[in-house]
């Protein structure tokens, strides 16, 4: 689910063109289901910012900008217009506005074909933009102490052998591995992570020739089979060689590595998932956000995912990934929207609550400039700087296609979600983008 084009994977058939005034005829319609209203977050797990004041300026009496109706109807028919003008199955958004969520909206359907609405409470499969999350936790847990001494700055702590056979002493660091620099590469094997959502065949079999018969769908054993010589997932590919295999030395989009990361907090902690859950999604109120399909309160609610075939979008069923901290999570547009404002302009903090102290939220987004064969400006911590100075993410992955995005310069923010992958998705979600910055600088 590497995120290289602006929100998702290229297909290999042709979509609609986004001028073709004849996509805009798809079976449903756009959904009614947008808010203006930010619920208050859950004081569960995380610090309650007792003064009102979270450091970054909101606080957690302060009521969030609202847009007039006739504003909010003129964005919902302005961004409907922008899917029905690609058309897409479905689409979510999420908008933030310094601190606050604004609005939030879903349009399409859930399924092409069954009238089933988009809802702004409906999981999406966010593919790379996942990778946000793991860097959060990553953040937390050297707050909490659980990797040392010295914290991201620490040696990475596996359970595993993580070793780079071309280099003798180099110590791999979790700032490495957060920051794409620990000289960790995707192989063709790591394509084997993509199986069926019970693990007992792979995903897309016809695409996965080199895979062993069997697959390996628990994180710690795909691990283990990539990383370990002699595992049969392994190669001495997976690492780069010469100088530009030192840790730090190089920038290079790392999928494996998000997944390292998230395991060396399995092997630090309680669970990776059992700390993104106490310490992120309950205090964010993210009632809508899970690791695996199974553990949504309503796994049949999630967008489904489409793909583009003989001139028209076709559902296909849901899939899982043995690496799925680097791209596995579900989430709405609403509980992305509170996220995003959190670790951007809310400085750690939203409504009141703290995730990560000032300094650790800062460090999150403090993207350096990097040389990149794809979109990537610049780095922070599993957080990009993209599209001329956009700060979030990217995610694509079969029948997906998303983004959070936060500006500075104008201080707005936005989740995109799309229940389908191919080409137009990229421009799509640039021009949702604008028109959220242009109602923020006409209303807010």
């Known amino acids: 689910m590497v995120a290289l084009a602006l929100g998702g994977c290229s297909s290999d058939d042709a979509s609609p063109a ?28 995380a610090t309650s910012l007792g003064d009102g004041s979270d450091g970054s300026g909101s606080s957690a009496g302060e009521a969030p900008p609202a847009l007039p109706p006739e504003v909010e109807a003129e964005l919902h028919d302005q961004i409907e217009q922008i899917r029905l003008d690609a058309g897409l199955p479905g689409l979510a958004v999420g908008f933030t506005y310094g601190p606050h969520v604004v609005w939030t909206g879903g349009f399409g359907e859930r399924e092409v074909g069954t009238g089933d609405a988009v809802q702004r409470t409906t999981p999406f499969r966010v593919a790379s933009v996942s990778k946000t999350v793991v860097g959060v936790a990553l953040a937390r847990a050297a707050e909490l102490d659980l990797l040392g001494p010295q914290g991201l700055d620490a040696p990475v702590e596996l359970g595993v052998v993580l070793d780079n056979p071309h280099l003798e002493g180099e110590t791999i660091t979790y700032r490495h591995l957060a920051q794409h620099s620990a000289g960790l590469d995707d192989t063709e094997l790591y394509e084997c992570a993509y199986v069926s959502e019970d693990g007992g065949a792979y995903f897309e079999p016809e695409d996965r ?6 697959p390996t769908p628990a994180l710690g054993d795909f691990l283990a089979a990539y990383l370990e010589p002699g595992g049969p ?9 010469g100088p530009s295999g030192e840790p730090g030395a190089r920038y290079r989009y790392s999928n494996i590595g998000a997944a390292v990361a998230a395991s060396a907090i399995d092997h630090h902690s309680d669970g990776f998932e059992t700390l993104c859950q106490q310490e992120i999604f309950e205090p964010l109120s993210m009632s809508n956000t899970a690791w695996h399909r199974s553990e949504l309160s309503d796994p049949e609610a999630v967008a489904m995912p489409h793909a583009w075939v003989d001139g028209s979008y076709a559902s296909f069923e849901h899939y899982a990934l ?50 990149s064969e794809d979109i990537v400006e610049g780095q922070g911590l599993f957080w990009e700087e993209f599209a001329g100075g956009l700060i979030g993410h990217t995610g694509g992955d079969p029948g997906v296609a998303t983004a959070i995005a936060y500006d500075p310069g104008s201080n707005v923010g936005g989740v995109v979600l799309i229940n389908a992958s191919g080409p137009n998705t990229d421009i799509v979600m640039l021009q949702v983008l604008g028109a959220l910055r242009g109602v923020a600088a006409e209303h807010l």
Request: proline share 2%; hydrophobic share 35%; glycine share 10%.
């Open 322 to 371: 043995a690496t799925y901290p680097d791209g596995g999570l579900y989430a709405s547009a609403q509980d992305m929207a509170r996220f995003l404002a959190t670790m951007t302009a809310g400085g750690g903090a939203f409504e009141g609550v703290r995730i990560l102290d000032a300094q650790s939220a800062a460090a999150l987004i403090d993207v350096q400039e990097v040389v």
């Open 209 to 214: 020739a080199d895979c062993p018969e069997t």
């Open 233 to 241: 997932l392994h190669s001495q590919d997976i690492f780069a060689s």
């Open 18 to 45: 986004l001028d073709d005034a004849s996509t805009s005829s798809m079976d449903g319609g756009s959904s009614s289901d947008t808010s203006t209203t930010s619920d208050e977050a859950s004081s569960s797990g």
